[in-house]
């Protein structure tokens, strides 16, 4: 079973803090995605990157930026923490072609308070 | 443009009764739509997908969606719904500007009612 896991469940900030959100994959998936999920408003793209040290912006990616150096990972960084930030972070992988593509296989989600 | 639409932000049903959770899309070309299923404080689950041949697709937890090109449409469906099922569903289709991307719907509360 591909498993993703990210580094925190639950994590609070404060305000113009640095912060590292991390999500590793062991299926060796060509593409990461980060998220944010908010109430009513599903799932926004923040970023996804297909390969390492690749990486292109989604909906929403003010704010935030991203490091992939090694296949497995891919990471989320907050720059500088704003309350407007404070949401559940999902990061997600999958493959190119194969028996599953497209097919998002998701981490447990890292739910971020910034105060 | 591209959308994912999941017109009821809650459905109620009452266990032992059938449940339809509602999708319809809007893209270019042969779509690919998925159904994902997300517990409490948890990540999102793959539940089911179509890709090509027979429009009714089974999945996980004995969901089924049947596909509609006149109607746009993917609808999650269930013979009997269980208390367990009560989630958030959502649906999502392969962008066709991408490899990688998929769009999705705002999602759907599922409350099963004992």
């Known amino acids: 079973d591909v498993k993703v896991t990210q580094s925190s469940r639950y994590l609070v900030k404060r305000t113009g803090e640095k912060v590292f959100l991390e999500c590793v994959q062991d299926?060796?998936?060509?593409?990461m995605f980060w998220y944010r999920q908010d109430p009513g408003l599903g799932l926004r793209l923040i970023y996804f990157s297909y390969d390492v040290k690749m990486k292109e912006k989604g909906d929403i990616p003010e704010g935030y930026s991203v490091s992939r150096e090694k296949k497995e990972r891919f990471s989320l960084i907050l720059e500088s923490a704003s309350t407007n930030q404070t949401s559940m972070y999902l990061c997600a992988s999958s493959e190119i072609g194969g028996k599953t593509p497209y097919e998002q296989y998701f981490g447990p989600g890292t739910r971020l308070t910034v105060t | 443009a591209q959308s994912v639409a999941q017109p009821e932000d809650q459905v109620k049903v009452a266990e032992g009764n059938p449940l339809t959770v509602k999708c319809t899309y809007s893209?270019?070309?042969?779509?690919?739509l998925f159904w994902y299923v997300q517990y409490p404080n948890r990540g999102l689950q793959f539940l089911l997908k179509?890709?090509?041949?027979d429009n009714l697709v089974k999945g996980s937890y004995g969901f089924e969606a049947e596909f509609n090109k006149s109607q746009t449409s993917f609808h999650l469906k269930k013979p009997s719904a269980l208390v367990s099922d009560s989630a958030l569903y959502f649906c999502?289709?392969?962008?066709?500007?991408?490899?990688?991307?998929?769009?999705w719907g705002a999602g759907t509360k599922l409350i099963i009612k004992p």
């Open positions: 179509y890709i090509t041949g």
């Open positions: 299926m060796d998936h060509e593409n």
């Open positions: 999502a289709v392969r962008s066709p500007d991408s490899n990688y991307q998929l769009i």
């Open positions: 893209v270019s070309g042969n779509p690919y």
